[in-house]
Every structure is written in structure tokens, then in C-alpha cells.
């Protein structure tokens, strides 16, 4: 499978990664892990005219705390599965990156990647949901940051504007008696989800909850955020029948296709089963476990 | 478009389509065919070369994006004769059959044991779960790479006390 | 002193390793020649059109595309198709009608891959959709489009095959105190060897020599088939070279004819260059031959005591769109007649529909011998079900019914004689050494807690080393192999042989043949396959024949050479010829052992001091047709635990006893083992191919064709038993696809046994998460 | 794949009708159309891009009015090819009064996808169809619900 060909540019500014994105009326593409871009263009399902390569701006890659975490959009998935603050402290951001793909494609897979290709099968847009992170965006007429909600709009499509950039992922600070889980069901390992569940949960000092965030992978055109699930848990203890409510409530909340994944029933359940698991473990996680 | 790399420790110069896949300038450019392609969509780990010490596919990078970097292959394992651990590993173990998903299993193992010489058989197995193997069933190749761990702690066991005295 | 020379017995490492582990292993697509050029293929997205136009004119307008040939390209040279090994034809291009999807339309040949790739991209064809049948049952009825039309017999029906005594067993059914009927189905598969298909032509237009590197475990076979297809272009079988290179795994995938060859080799013929085929692995999935694809209804009548007394088996077989199986000329269905199994039934009728449909042609193996695993796995799954009808340990009634040791050599009631076989003696030692009566009791515990654990077993029996040539041949060419020895003055010497190997080790087994033979250092011979210019003819490596033929020819080759060394022995020991005996890898004088000569001083001897009126050098070649064939069997027993939120099945433990007769390289029989599990376990949860109505391929990419990696695979574990082949010269019987036999069935039967208490009899595989989920919630057992 | 939905349009039915049925016109609703060969009233050639986000095919279709009842039914066959993948459409379209001045356009699509696009990117399929449908639709009614054409 060899790609159609394309021009390349490799900007080592990202003012100048976006006024060639600009320029480019629509035909180009960025290029950062490539891991789903290049498949598609060996297939030649992606034909872009021009790609733009943004692995030679410096400065796009990190991962820092100061106030909010903060996650730079060329971060690789194996550096976010390493990061000491991540595992730590944001061990939902662990989970998720760790079941992405396989071990060698997390070498180069980015998180910034991961959410602008907006693949209901990726797995950082239902985390990113459920920690209610924000996607911050640069393009000529300056930055803007995009709230998660806003920013899956269907299947492969964000409300970036064409000469956007994802530069940098934000999300809340961790606070205490705060913990999160992503579970997913592959048909085996290297695979997309069956279904993805994301959860997270801020507990008060009685240990009910008081924001708990929910977010399904593949089970809907985009990465979809279970609000009734989580309302259900919200101002109340997340024992076993809270928890179930919740579970039943995001079932219902999916939207899943039949396909190779296994048929909607299926699925659905699936849905319930490991918002179950996720929310057990994100209570564990909320009361100081591991 | 004009690529420098430097490949198993030499600079290496090429005129490329910007859409050549790194697989192809290493496999036919560079006559390094120890690396192989086993599939077209990211899955089998047969064409895995390390880019600056990490494990990638080969076969979904372009050769462009390898500009100025470093790139080791399979050919690059055995230094002045002397096979490395992992290399004598497989054999040792019989971790290979058909050999063609071997120097990708092979460069994934390098990496892993320079990060991790303990690797549990958990880790070993999630570490090499990019690489596709049709003959092994995987067991052999798992005792290969605790042989080349062992092998490979042994030596740096061996050298420590001289770089200690040095000190 | 076997240890010494690394003969048989030993694990002895692999010579094959040294430039494998270097990257320096020489696979097709490695091949590189001055001037070469590449042919990529445009194919078919419909799986059943009528072509109304090809349009070559933007593919050529590309600089750098040579040529575009299309099926009419091909008429004239009347290579347009090309006939099967089963007597039907196929097309290499078609003409008019494409018929699955995928299929080649056109090739396109240029000066790059990449190229090559633009060009196909640049084809332009214009279809017409026809009705597509992907169900070969729905293809069966009478209002079916007939997809053949180019046959004289106007419906779907291939062939009726069958077996066995149709009354007899009729008769044993209606007279069964218990009787026991599953329909099975074993869904289609592909091989998927890391290395895809490929090859590299090179025509030499001046002299007429065609040489191609090609990916095939039958490199003499295809010489010959090349010559009889294109022997009308000229192309005559001595100026015919095949050679194959390393190949980066075969199991059946690399014994057929596809058109990308034909098609390589004719784009060298027109073009007078080098010509390069790789496939994508995309077409390696979606066109090459599938393995399986068996609808069976499979029926069990036994006594109420649990003997089982016959067996009715009715089939439907969908072969796609050409009958391009790669079956001995006698035996359509390959052996699925072995589907008595390990038992002694009394009767027994086998019946097999073959028929076309809208999808790719094959029926090769996968990793099996001819349709072995179809059958092991019916006979095995209906043995589980009788145990559960009955009420009885499935290990027990398997214990009871067993071919008695003594009975061997055993004829089937279908007219297969078994060689040799201790069934119950595999059964108990993998019992034993996995703990069964401990596992029955955790499972017990389990339930009773609401857990799921499921304990499976299966007992097959193997059928392999095809073929004796009163009844094997392919396209009428006996199905013995052939090995030649030259020990060279020194003491040293080369092997070459009619088989191939595609990761087996034969470099380093068929060495220790010859070394325990001829006590030479193992590492003194040199083994050489694979060129059809220097090796002697054979029918090539796949059906696990290559050690009961191959190995047999090579250990008869020996011996006529230790036959010879006798005589010179004789001469230098100044001793009569039969006062010379072969003893501790030498030759000595009866009762003298002092007085002896090693066989490097023989062979010295054969060149500088052989006797008078002998001919000199020591060589020889032995074209073996083997007395029968061979029957490994094994004992397997598969742990599984069932998530019950999720339904996801996980091979917790899984012991393997195989018995594969004498042993020649336990590294490598255990190796063959553990792959041999994996490609078992692959179908029985995680491998198929569907199709949608209109013929669309479901998983036609790794991403949706689940090759199982690292992580599903249990560690797998082996043991053995040893009961040599009688009839075989070292008493082996080949063991590199039991392992996939044998393994479906004892994974299926696992999970059946977790849910057994549920009334569950049977899931067909591949056992996905959903099938169990669902059985889980209808009996509200779900989490 | 099947696919339905009504558009209530904001025109006299003759006046869709005529749009609908002039391949000009209606093939201008396409996604991201690149060129349009109108070989005769029932039959013309469209040359398109479709699919979502980075994942877009040219897709040459063969055009054909199957059944024309003026101005209440209509029947079109689109058949094309994109590099290793092949798309049948048939649409059926039928008008009724809606209103004085409005025209109630009931429209179902059934599609096959066949080959590369069917087998890599079966999981999209079904989502990107539907829109590509809903879209062309959605088009029909504003573009004849946009102020008077110059030629009108």
C-alpha cells in the first residue's frame, strides 16, 4: 500500500505551521504521530495535497502541573504513560494511554492526534470528557481554548477551524478526593474499543459525590459524555446502587452501531459493565487507593 | 527532497519522494533488507527499526521525518563480530522459526532491555504485543528475551566493580 | 556419541538461525536485480460484475508506467486462465465477469512500487453488478444464479463426495439407544504468514531461461505446472528455474497457483525485463486461498454404556468462485475421511457437497493436513456432547472408547490404517500433569459460586506424510519426496531435497538425519532446498509430510550410501563385506572393534582408494514412496475462565501431550507445538472472514483479522509421549500442524464446559465475546 | 444501507420538480462535485469527493433517471467507482403538496459500498453515508429556498 503523492513541509515555527495550513485551503494536513493519517493515506483513503509536519517545532511536547495540568499536543503516549506527575496524579490519563494502540505505536502516537483526528474509537476523547478538559487551539487569529464539550462535532470532525492547531490539553487539577478510571474492552490487545469507559469522580468530605464526569468510546459518532449517568451519581454516596443507576443510565445513553465489534445489545452492556468496573475503580482511586 | 539520517552508526544521504515510507528508503535505498513489511496498517511490528533508541513502525513514518536522525536496524545488532544478547537470545531459545518477524521482534526486545533489564513475562509480553508472530506462539520468544535480561545484567554486573574502582 | 555428531534426538541449534538473526535471511521480496520493474493489480471491488470497460489510458499517460495488461491482453496468449489442481479452471484475468471481490483485473506494471501503485489507482473500469450468493446453502437452491456460466452443468454444485457405508451406518442410527446431532460451522479462514505472496520473474528473451524467486513450499510442482500452462509460449520445463528463497511462513498459503505469479511471469515475458509481485497484505487476506469454510452436520449413535458405535456426517463445503483446492487427485475432500478420529466405530458414512459462491477460491489447509482439522473438531466436539447427553466425564467416555494399543495397525471403518497409537496413555499424562481431578474440583467450587471455569479435552488423531502412490498424487504426479547425498572426499556433505521449508528448521533436522545415518558432525553437512536446478524432484512441504517422506527419503539415501561405504570399509579393513557391521557411528569388523573406519575415512577412500570394478564417489538419491501414511495423535486439555460482565474467554492453562513418533529435534518438535496451539487458538476465538450480502469482505486488514499477539496467547505448555512409526524408517510420523488439529476443539469444548450447566451444547467458533454474552444472559448468569 | 427523510420545502412543486430533475441543478448538491457531463436529459456523469474529515474519495458516478413521473416520482440509479472501492445508489424521490407554495419531498436512499472503503473503513461507513445523504438533501431545500435564481 503506497500513498499518493503529496507536498511536504516541515515548519520549525508553529506561526508558520499555520499560515501554510492557512494557505492551503483546506488540502493540507498536519502530521504529528501519524499513526492514523498514515494508514489512511497507504490506503489512500486521505489524500492531502500538502502535509504539514509539526515534529520539528520544538516546545509542543510536555507535561506540566502548574495550576491545571497541562499537556503538550505533541506529547507522545509512551512519555504520558511514563510521566510520574501523570501516573501519580492523574491516573485516568495512565489508563487510557496505556491501552491505546500497541507499545510501538505509542512511541510516536500523540495525545494532540488522538483528539483532532476525532475518531469515536480513539480513547483520550471519552477521559478528556470525563475529566471535562479543554483543547487549547492556535490558528492566525490567535489562540482559543475550546471546552471538551464543544470540540467533537461528528465522526473525524472537531470545531477546529481548517487552519487550527491542537497545541496543548487542559484539565483540571487533581484535587483531593478526586479519582478517575478508564476501562476498555478490546477484541484483543493493539485494538480499537469495543467500548471505552472513562470515569471520573470529585467526592466531598461525607464521600458523596459531587462532579462525576462520564465518557464512552465508541459508541457513538463521537466520543460521547453519559450526562444522565452522571447525574445520577452526583449528591449521592457511589455505593453498589448509585453506581448501578449510573451504569444502567449510560447503556442507555450510548449509541452503538452493529460491526465487527459485536452487535448493539452487546455493546450497550458492555457499556454498563465497565462503567460499573470504572466507577468502582475511581471511587477506590477518590478514597486514596490505588 | 534531500534526507541525512544516520543508520546502525553511519551517515546516510538520500533524494526521496516526500511520500516514501522510511521501510522503503532503509529497504531499497539503503539495501538494509533485514527489515521486513508484514502488513499495511500499523499491525504486525515486522518492519520495527528504533528512531533515536525508541521502537517504531517503519512502514508509517516517512523517510522525510527521519531527516537528521538516527535510525538502527537488525544489520546494526552484532558489533565487530561479537552478536548482541538479544541476538543470541532468540537462537539460544529458539525464539524464531520463519525468521521474518524476527528483527522487528528483535529491535521492540533491544528496546524494552534498555529500558527494563528485569521485565517481568507480563511486561516482555505486553512490550512485544506490536509484533505479530504466525510460528513461535510467542513462548520462546518470552524466554529469549529473559535470556538476553539475564545475559545482558550479567555483563553490567561485571563491568560495574571496574567503573567503581575507576571511580 | 549422538550428542557428539547432533544426530537424531538432540536439540541441536539452528543452522538457519545465523542469518536470520542477522537480517541477512534472503526472502523474495529481498531479491533485487538490474532493471527490475514492479507489477501491482487493480482488483475487482465487486464480488460479481460484468466488466463493460477497462480504460489503460490515464495508468499509461503516468511517466514511468510500462504496461497495463488486461484478460483480453491474455487471450491471445491463451493465458487468460489457467487450470486448478482439481481439474476445474481459473481465471488469471478475466474478461468479461469478475466473480468475488477482489479479484485481479488488471495489472500494472512500472518502473517503481510506487509507480506501479499510481497506476493502478489511475485504472478506470466500468462494471455492471450481477446477483451475488455468498451462502453456499443459499447457492444450493434451485433458483440460485448460476455463477459458473461458463460451465456446461448450469448450478452451483461443484462435486458430491462420500464415504463409508450409507446403510450400514443408516442402519446402526436407527437401532442407537442414544443418539447425538450437532450442526457445526468452521468459518473461513486465512493463513496469513507475515511474509505475504510474491515473487520476481526474469525472462531471458535471447536464451529462453525463465527464472522465478517465488514464495512456494512446492518449488518443483510449480516448475511443472509452468511448463504445462505456458509450454505453448515456449517456455519448455528445463529452461524453467524456480527457486525459493527463505520463506517467511507457508502452512498451506504458499502451495497455490495465483494469478499475481502467472501474472508477473507473463509481464517479464512481454516486457523482456525483471519483474517484482508483493502483496499488500490486504490482498494476501482478501484474495489469497482460505482455509475451512465447512458447513457439517455431524451425528454420533452410541450404546446407552457410552460406546460409540457410528458415525453420519453430512457436509457443505463452499469453495468460492473456482475449485482451486490443493487436494490429492483422489481425495476431493483431502482426508477428511480420518473424521472417525480416535474410536473404533463400527459404521460410519461421510458425505461432502461442494459449491461455488461469490468469494475467493481455496480450500487449502491452514497449518493442517487436507481438511484434518474440520474433522478432528467435529469428532471431538461430538464426543463432548455425547459425554454431556450421557452424563459422563468427557475424559472417562473417551478413555472407554479409545483405539486399544493393541489394536494398531488399526483400519478405520472408512479405510484408513492407522500406524500406530497409544491414545489413552496421551489422555492420561496430560491428565495428570495439569492436575484434572483438581481442576474438576475447583470447577465445582467455582459454580457453585457463580464463577465460570470450563475444562475441555481433545483427543485427536492426526493424518499426515501423504502420500503412498497406489492412491496420492497431484495433478497425476505421485506424492513421493526425494533426497540427495553427496558425501565429498573430505568427509563432509551436501543434502538436497524435493521439500521446502518456510520455518520448520529443515536445514538443521534433515542434517541430523543424516548425521545419526552416517556418523558425521552434524554441523559437516549442508543442507540445500528449494532450487529446482540442483535439487532432485519433490512434491514440496505442507501437510506435515515433509519428515514422513522427505525424512524417510533422506534416511534411505543414507543408508544406501552406508551400503556403499560398507564395501570400501571392506576393502581398506581388508576384510569381507560381510564380516563389516555399522556399530557406534563407524564401521567395524564383527567382533573386532578395534579394526574400524569412520565414514570421513570412507569417503576419503571413495575418491582416492575405492576397490577395483566400484564406481568411485559417494553419493546417492532416494525418491521415497512411503508404505502409508502416518498418524500422530495427542491428548490436549484446555483450562478457560469466562468474564461474566464482558463474556471475553481466557485460556488460563493449556497442556499439550503430543505424540509424533521418534523425535529428531525436541527444540524444534516443541517450537512446531507452540505455534501449532497459537494458529489453534486463533480460530477458535478470535479468526474469520465474513461477507456481507453483496460479497463485501468483513476484516479484510490486520486491524479486523485478529492474528493473536503476545498477550492472548496462554504460555503454552508441552509434554510427550513416544510411539514410533512402524512402518517409517526412523519411526517418525511429523508434527508440525497437530497442534492446530488438535487445539480448536479442545478450546471449544472448554468453553461449552463452563457453561454446560446452562444447557449449553455447542457454540461455533470463532467464540467471540458476544456469543458467550448473550448465552450468559439469557440464563441470567450475566454480571 | 437504507436511508430516509422528508424535507419540507419552501417552493411550488413544479418548481422542485424541475430542480430535482435537472442534473445540472441536482448534482450541484453533491459533495465537493468537480465536474458534471450531462450526456443526455436522463443520463449524465458526476465527478465528486465524499466522505468525513481526512477521509475523502473521488467518486466517478454514471447517473440515470430510472423513472420519471412528473411532477411526483422520481427514480435515480447513481453507479461509480473510486480507486478499489465502488458505490450503488438508488433514491427515490416523491412530491407531494404541502402547502400553497410548499412542496413536501420524501426522499429514501439505498447505498452499497463495495471494496477497499467497505472492508477498511466499514466502521465509518454507515455515519459517513448518512450525512453525505442528509447533506445533499439538506441542499436541494436551500438552494431552492434561496432567493429567486437569476434565471428564475
Not at chain 1, 150 to 158: A, H, L, P, S
Not at chain 2, 161 to 167: D, W
Not at chain 3, 584 to 589: N, P
Not at chain 3, 623 to 629: E, G, R, S, T
Amino acid at each position: 500500500m503506497i500513498p499518493a503523492a503529496f507536498e511536504y513541509e516541515a515548519p520549525t515555527e508553529l506561526a508558520q505551521a499555520i499560515d501554510r495550513l492557512a494557505r492551503s485551503g483546506g488540502e493540507a494536513k498536519v502530521l504529528a504521530g501519524g499513526q492514523s493519517l498514515i494508514p489512511l493515506m497507504k490506503f489512500r483513503l486521505a489524500q492531502p495535497a500538502r502535509i504539514i509536519d509539526l515534529n520539528r517545532i520544538p516546545g509542543l511536547a510536555y507535561v506540566r502541573e502548574n495550576g491545571e495540568l497541562r499537556i503538550g499536543a505533541l506529547t507522545r503516549e509512551v512519555d504520558l504513560e511514563e510521566s510520574a506527575v501523570i501516573r501519580d496524579r492523574y491516573p485516568i490519563i495512565a489508563d487510557t494511554a496505556a491501552v491505546i494502540a500497541d507499545p510501538i505505536v505509542r512511541n510516536l502516537a500523540t495525545v494532540g492526534g488522538n483528539v483532532a483526528h476525532a475518531d469515536p474509537a480513539n480513547d483520550h476523547p471519552a477521559t478528556l470528557l470525563a475529566l471535562r478538559a479543554s483543547v487549547v487551539a492556535r490558528g492566525p487569529r490567535g489562540e482559543r481554548v475550546i471546552a471538551i464539550d464543544d470540540f467533537f462535532v461528528d465522526t473525524f470532525t472537531t470545531s477546529l477551524a481548517v487552519d487550527e492547531i491542537v497545541t496543548e490539553i487542559r484539565i483540571p487539577r487533581a484535587a483531593a478526593q478526586s479519582g478517575g478510571a478508564y476501562v476498555k474492552l478490546e477484541r484483543k490487545v493493539g485494538d480499537f474499543a469495543i467500548v471505552g469507559v472513562a470515569a471520573h469522580l470529585l467526592l466531598d468530605g461525607k464521600g458523596n459525590v459531587t462532579t462525576a464526569g462520564i465518557g464512552l468510546t465508541n459508541v457513538g459518532p463521537t466520543a460521547l459524555r453519559a450526562r444522565r449517568a452522571e447525574a445520577a451519581l452526583v449528591g449521592r454516596a457511589p455505593d453498589d446502587r448509585a453506581i448501578a443507576a449510573a451504569a444502567d443510565a449510560a447503556a442507555a445513553e450510548a449509541q452503538p452501531v452493529a460491526d465487527l465489534r459485536g452487535p448493539v445489545e452487546y455493546k450497550r452492556d458492555v457499556v454498563r459493565v465497565l462503567t460499573t468496573r470504572a466507577l468502582r475503580r475511581a471511587v477506590a482511586r477518590a478514597k486514596g487507593g490505588k | 527532497m534531500h534526507v541525512q539520517l544516520t543508520v546502525n552508526g553511519a551517515s546516510k544521504e538520500a533524494d526521496v519522494e516526500p511520500r516514501l515510507l522510511l521501510v522503503h528508503l532503509i529497504r531499497e535505498n539503503l539495501l538494509l533488507t533485514g527489515t521486513h513489511i508484514g502488513c499495511d496498517t500499523t499491525s504486525c511490528g515486522a518492519c520495527v527499526v528504533l528512531l533515536d533508541g525508541r521502537p517504531v513502525k517503519s512502514c508509517t513514518f516517512f523517510a522525510v521525518q527521519a531527516n537528521g536522525r538516527a535510525v538502527s536496524t537488525v544489520e546494526g545488532l552484532e558489533q565487530n563480530g561479537v552478536l548482541h544478547a538479544v541476538q543470541e537470545g532468540f537462537t539460544k531459545e529458539h525464539g524464531l522459526q520463519c525468521g521474518f518477524c524476527t528483527p522487528g521482534m528483535m529491535m521492540t526486545s533491544v528496546a524494552l532491555l534498555e529500558r527494563n533489564a528485569s521485565p517481568t513475562e507480563l511486561q516482555i509480553r505486553q512490550a512485544i504485543s506490536g509484533n505479530l508472530c504466525r510460528c513461535t506462539g510467542y513462548v520462546n520468544i518470552v524466554k529469549a528475551i529473559q535470556y538476553a535480561g539475564t545475559k545482558l545484567r550479567e555483563a553490567k554486573a561485571e563491568k560495574q566493580p571496574v567503573a567503581a574502582g575507576r571511580a | 556419541m549422538a550428542v557428539h555428531i547432533g544426530g537424531i534426538g538432540q536439540s541441536v541449534p539452528r543452522k538457519e538461525d545465523a542469518r536470520f538473526i542477522r537480517g541477512r535471511g534472503n526472502y523474495v521480496d529481498d531479491v533485487k536485480l538490474p532493471g527490475m520493474v514492479y507489477l501491482d493489480i487493480v482488483r475487482s471491488p465487486y464480488a460479481h460484475a460484468r466488466i463493460l470497460k477497462i480504460d489503460k489510458s490515464k495508468a499509461l499517460a503516468i511517466p514511468g508506467v510500462l504496461a497495463v495488461i488486461t484478460g483480453n491482453d491474455l487471450v491471445p496468449l491463451k493465458l487468460a486462465w489457467m487450470p486448478t489442481l482439481m481439474g476445474d479452471k481459473q481465471m488469471v484475468l478475466p474478461t468479461d465477469t469478475v466473480m468475488y471481490q477482489a479479484q485481479e483485473v488488471a495489472a500494472v506494471v512500472a518502473t517503481t512500487r510506487y509507480i506501479a501503485a499510481d497506476g493502478v489507482a489511475a485504472v478506470e473500469v466500468e462494471y455492471e453488478p450481477l446477483p451475488v450468493v455468498v451462502d453456499p446453502i443459499k447457492a444450493l437452491l434451485p433458483d440460485a444464479p448460476v455463477i459458473r456460466e461458463d460451465r456446461e452443468q448450469k448450478n452451483n454444485l461443484i462435486w458430491h463426495w462420500e464415504t463409508g457405508d450409507r446403510a450400514g451406518t443408516d442402519k446402526a442410527f436407527s437401532s442407537a439407544d442414544v443418539v447425538v446431532k450437532q450442526d457445526i460451522y468452521i468459518p473461513r479462514i486465512v493463513v496469513a504468514s507475515i511474509e505475504t505472496c510474491g515473487m520476481v520473474a526474469q525472462f531471458d528473451k535471447v536464451d529462453g531461461q525463465l527464472t522465478v524467486w517465488m514464495t512456494t513450499q512446492a518449488p518443483h510442482a510449480i516448475r511443472t505446472v509452468i511448463a504445462l500452462v505456458a509450454g505453448h509460449l515456449g517456455l519448455s520445463e528445463q529452461k524453467i528455474r524456480v527457486i525459493s528463497p527463505d520463506i517467511g511462513g507457508g502452512f498451506g498459503g504458499k502451495v497455490p497457483v495465483y494469478p499475481g505469479y502467472v501474472l508477473a511471469i507473463g509481464a517479464s515475458v512481454l516486457t523482456g525485463l525483471p519483474v517484482k509481485w508483493i502483496e499488500d497484505r490486504s490482498e494476501n487476506i482478501q484474495a489469497d486461498s482460505f482455509a475451512r469454510d465447512y458447513h457439517i452436520t455431524a451425528e454420533v449413535a452410541a450404546k446407552k454404556d457410552g460406546t460409540m458405535q457410528a458415525l453420519r456426517v453430512k457436509t457443505i463445503a463452499d469453495h468460492g468462485a473456482f475449485d482451486a483446492a490443493a487436494n490429492p487427485s483422489k481425495f476431493p475432500a483431502g482426508l477428511f475421511g480420518v473424521i472417525t478420529g480416535s474410536y473404533p466405530f463400527q459404521k460410519a458414512f461421510v458425505e461432502v457437497d461442494v459449491v461455488y459462491t461469490n468469494k475467493p477460491p481455496g480450500g487449502i489447509a491452514y497449518r493442517c493436513s487436507f481438511r484434518v482439522t474440520e474433522a478432528a473438531f467435529a469428532i471431538e466436539r461430538l464426543v463432548d456432547i455425547l459425554a454431556l447427553e450421557l452424563k459422563r466425564d468427557p475424559a472417562e467416555l473417551r478413555l472407554q472408547n479409545f483405539i486399544p494399543p493393541q489394536a494398531f495397525p488399526y483400519m478405520t471403518t472408512l479405510g484408513w490404517e492407522y500406524d500406530s497409537g497409544n491414545y489413552a496413555g496421551a489422555l492420561k499424562l496430560a491428565m495428570d500433569k495439569i492436575g484434572y481431578a483438581a481442576l474438576r474440583k475447583e470447577q465445582a467450587e467455582k459454580r457453585s459460586r457463580g464463577e465460570l471455569m470450563g475444562i475441555g479435552i481433545s483427543s485427536f488423531t492426526e493424518i499426515v506424510g501423504a502420500g503412498p502412490s497406489k492412491h496420492f498424487d497431484i495433478l497425476g504426479i505421485k506424492m513421493f519426496d526425494s533426497a540427495e547425498i553427496r558425501v565429498h572426499p573430505t568427509g563432509k556433505a551436501i543434502v538436497r531435497l524435493g521439500v521446502k521449508s518456510q520455518g520448520q528448521g529443515h536445514e538443521t533436522t534433515f542434517a541430523q538425519i543424516v548425521a545419526e545415518e552416517l556418523g558425521l558432525p552434524v554441523g559437516d553437512i549442508k543442507v540445500e532446498e528449494g532450487d529446482t536446478d540442483t535439487a532432485p524432484y519433490g512434491l514440496g512441504t505442507y501437510a506435515s509430510r515433509s519428515t514422513p517422506v522427505a525424512g524417510a527419503a533422506t534416511a534411505m539415501a543414507a543408508r544406501k550410501i552406508r551400503e556403499k561405504g560398507r564395501l570400501i570399509a571392506a576393502h581398506l579393513l581388508e576384510a569381507s563385506p560381510d564380516d563389516i557391521e555399522w556399530k557406534d557411528y563407524k564401521y567395524q569388523v564383527k567382533g573386532v572393534p578395534a579394526k574400524s573406519k569412520t565414514m570421513a575415512e570412507v569417503a576419503f577412500a571413495a575418491y582416492t582408494n575405492h576397490p577395483q570394478g566400484m564406481e568411485a564417489g559417494l553419493e546417492a538419491v532416494d525418491y521415497y514412496d512411503p508404505p502409508n501414511l502416518t498418524y500422530p495423535f495427542g491428548s490436549y486439555i484446555c483450562v478457560v475462565d469466562i468474564d461474566k460482565g464482558t463474556g471475553v474467554v481466557k485460556v488460563r492453562r493449556f497442556f499439550a501431550v503430543d505424540d509424533c513418533g521418534t523425535i529428531i529435534n525436541p527444540m524444534i518438535v516443541e517450537g512446531q507445538i507452540h505455534g501449532g496451539l497459537t494458529m489453534g487458538l486463533a480460530p477458535a476465538l478470535y479468526e474469520e472472514i465474513n461477507y456481507d450480502e453483496n460479497g463485501n469482505i468483513q476484516g479484510g486488514t490486520f486491524m479486523d483479522y485478529l492474528l493473536p499477539t503476545a498477550m492472548e496467547t496462554p504460555n503454552w505448555e508441552t509434554g510427550k509421549t513416544t510411539t514410533p512409526s512402524p512402518h517409517h524408517p526412523i519411526g517418525a510420523k511429523g508434527v508440525g500442524e497437530s497442534a492446530t488439529v488438535g487445539a480448536p476443539a479442545a478450546i471449544a469444548n472448554a468453553v461449552v464446559d463452563a457453561l454446560a450447566h446452562l444447557g449449553v451444547r455447542h457454540i461455533d467458533i470463532p467464540i467471540t465475546p458476544w456469543k458467550v454474552q448473550k448465552i450468559l444472559k439469557e440464563n441470567g448468569v450475566a454480571e | 444501507m437504507h436511508f430516509e427523510g422528508t424535507a419540507d420545502i419552501g417552493a411550488p412543486r413544479e418548481r422542485v420538480w424541475a430542480f430535482v430533475t435537472d442534473p445540472e441543478k441536482v448534482s450541484r448538491c453533491g459533495p465537493d462535485v468537480q465536474r458534471v457531463e450531462v450526456i443526455d436529459p436522463t443520463h449524465f456523469k458526476v465527478v465528486a469527493r465524499a466522505g468525513v474529515g481526512p477521509i475523502r474519495t473521488t467518486f466517478a458516478l454514471d447517473v440515470v433517471f430510472t423513472e420519471l413521473r412528473a411532477p411526483e416520482h422520481a427514480a435515480v440509479r447513481a453507479r461509480g467507482q473510486a480507486p478499489g472501492s465502488a458505490v450503488e445508489m438508488t433514491n427515490t424521490l416523491d412530491l407531494t403538496d404541502a402547502a400553497p407554495g410548499r412542496t413536501t419531498l420524501r426522499w429514501a436512499s439505498d447505498v452499497v459500498i463495495s471494496g477497499m472503503i467497505a472492508s477498511v473503513g466499514a466502521r465509518l461507513m454507515q455515519g459517513a453515508a448518512d450525512k453525505v445523504t442528509q447533506q445533499v438533501f439538506a441542499c436541494i431545500k436551500e438552494q431552492l429556498e434561496a432567493p429567486a435564481e437569476p434565471s428564475a
